[in-house]
């Protein structure tokens, strides 16, 4: 099958194998090239393991540790007809170079929400690994099925309190123009906060620490985004913020709750980069493009491996981790600094549909988009038959 992407407003509805393969692979290469971590654990797990920060952050691990990875994803298989999703291919690619380079790595695709799946988890913790010393919530979701009340509960993009108006960008039309967001109800809001709080991640917590599989002086985080005043009317003082918002209650319910384990908790802090979830997110691809173009000017431009890399060296597993005062990891100070907001503040008010392509990076996002699915990388060739099917093992 020739395979060239088929993109459907914020979404790539394919993906290429040969090219996830190689995305997959340059991440790889920027951690062998930082040379060995230090203090990071060899018994790793990655719930949210096959794309964008989650699929960083169990490369990091390997391949910057040597740590034997057992990853959680929901992602599509392939058939003979139609491709996978990107992060099956991803998946598949990082088995194969994990064996290649004599680390073991074990992935469970299915719900991680489910009972089911985490039984699973435990089960292979036990059969290989014993223990986990490290464990990265990485899920990025739009539902959330509690088995415990029989509930499928949806996570929604709103804001709170009152609309909003704003300038977004329409990458299907290529058109700047004005969106109007109405306010979440109150059960949207409770919503989204059960999709996307942090709730899932203490059950995973809970459910480690009861089968014994979880090792003392573990240590867990949740990825979030907080954003500044652009940002904050959709993202962080939106449904989505009010989902970030427990993701702080619960870092704290896990310390006090694994005492005995002396597990730490934190929530780390991301600067807005393109992955599938960012996407889909309305404001976000202009935001995005605006401060690309500006980070890349300052030479502060980082993707999901740069701040993972970072996240572990000068947070998670530094001597002395600078914390807010919230006590999260910050790893997005390059993006919200005073200075650069401003840059991208005056750029956000003078963008229209005729300056869009001068003032932004949106080329720069483009084809980060692309990579996501694995289109428009160097050294592929896009018009060579390719086997849609590969698995792991
Ligand atoms: P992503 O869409 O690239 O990755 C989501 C991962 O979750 C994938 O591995 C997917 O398979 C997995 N997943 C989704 N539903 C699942 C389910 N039910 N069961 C098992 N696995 C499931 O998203 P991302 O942007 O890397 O986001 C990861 C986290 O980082 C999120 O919490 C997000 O809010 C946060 N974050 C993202 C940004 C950003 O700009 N992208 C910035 C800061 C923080």
């Not at 040969?18 to 719930?47: E, S, T």
């Not at 040597?66 to 392939?78: N, Q």
């Not at 809970?206 to 090792?215: F, I, K, N, T």
């Not at 991301?270 to 309305?282: E, G, M, R, W």
Request: negative net charge.
């Amino acid at each position: 099958m020739v395979i060239q992407p088929k993109i459907r407003g914020f979404i790539c509805t394919n993906a290429h194998p040969v090219g996830c393969a190689a995305h997959v692979q340059q991440q790889i290469d920027y951690i062998r090239a930082q040379g060995p971590l230090a203090g990071v654990p060899k018994r790793v797990l990655v719930i949210g393991c096959s794309t964008g920060y989650g699929l960083a952050s169990r490369i990091t691990a390997a391949f910057g540790a040597d740590a034997e990875t057992l990853g959680v994803c929901f992602e599509k298989e392939p058939s003979e007809k139609r491709t996978a999703t990107a992060g099956w291919y991803n998946t598949a690619a990082f088995h194969q170079a994990a064996a290649a380079a004599g680390l073991k790595a074990h992935t469970i695709n299915g719900d991680a929400f489910s009972n089911e799946i985490k039984a699973q988890v435990i089960d292979q913790i036990k059969a290989s690994m014993g223990q986990v010393d490290l464990v990265i919530y990485s899920l990025a979701s739009p539902k959330r099925f509690d088995p415990t009340t029989d509930t499928l509960y949806s996570s929604t993009l709103k804001p709170i309190g009152k609309a909003y108006t704003t300038k977004t960008y329409d990458t299907d039309k290529d058109q700047v123009k004005e969106i109007t967001l109405e306010p979440a109800n109150d059960d949207e809001i409770m919503q989204t906060v059960k999709v996307m709080g942090g709730e899932d991640w203490e059950l995973w917590l809970a459910a480690l620490s009861e089968a014994g599989v979880l090792a003392d002086n573990a240590i867990t985080t949740a990825y979030t985004y907080i954003g500044k005043e652009l940002t904050w009317p959709i993202y962080g003082h939106a449904t989505i913020g009010k989902a970030k918002e427990d993701l702080d209650r619960a870092a704290a319910a896990l310390r006090s709750n694994h005492q005995d384990k002396q597990l730490k908790a934190y929530v780390s802090s991301l600067k807005a980069l393109v992955t599938q979830a960012s996407s889909a997110i309305p404001v976000m691809p202009l935001y995005i493009s605006l401060i690309y173009g500006v980070m890349k000017q300052e030479g502060t431009h980082e993707g999901c491996i740069e701040q993972i890399y970072r996240l572990f060296t000068e947070g998670l597993y530094a001597a002395a981790p600078q914390l807010d005062e919230a006590g999260r990891m910050r790893m997005d100070g390059k993006e919200t600094n005073q200075a650069t907001q401003a840059k991208i503040k005056a750029l956000w008010d003078q963008v229209t549909q005729e300056n869009f392509h001068e003032l932004a990076d949106y080329q720069g996002y483009h084809a980060d988009f692309l990579k996501l699915f694995g289109f428009g990388l160097a050294g592929v060739d896009y018009d060579a038959d390719v086997d849609p099917v590969v698995n792991w093992s």
